[in-house]
């Protein structure tokens, strides 16, 4: 059974930057595409991005295209997303999980599963 664990998150100011990292253990998912999510109190999980099992395509919520990038490690068993120009909108419960039996990516949360615990992500004006 895979366990996911989010980390990076923090406190930063608008405009800054952050690195969240998505480890794996117990199972390698090099052969399936990962994706982030955040969330909101009140408000449903929500896309933010996802990457094929070579990194190879890349899918971003049109709210972070330009500013966020996802990648992965395989041989680390670690994904990535990197936050750019961060803004106060950004705010969340940052999650990564898993699209088992898929190689490509897709922006559909009901496609994921093994969920890590979250990183939260707070970005003061």
């Known amino acids: 059974q895979v366990q996911l664990v989010e980390s990076g998150g923090g406190l930063v100011q608008a405009g800054d930057s952050l690195r969240l990292s998505c480890a794996a253990s117990g199972r390698t998912f090099k052969n399936y595409a990962m994706g982030w999510f955040r969330q909101v109190p009140g408000k449903e999980r929500e896309f933010v991005a996802a990457i094929s099992w070579n990194g190879g395509s890349t899918y971003y919520a049109d709210s972070v295209k330009g500013r966020f990038t996802i990648s992965r490690d395989n041989a680390k068993n670690t994904v990535y997303l990197q936050m750019n120009s961060l803004k106060p909108e950004d705010t969340a419960v940052y999650y990564c999980?898993?699209?088992?039996?898929?190689?490509?990516?897709?922006?559909?949360?009901?496609?994921?599963?093994?969920w890590g615990q979250g990183t939260q992500v707070t970005v003061s004006s």
């Open positions: 999980a898993v699209r088992w039996g898929r190689y490509q990516p897709s922006t559909d949360r009901a496609h994921f599963g093994s």
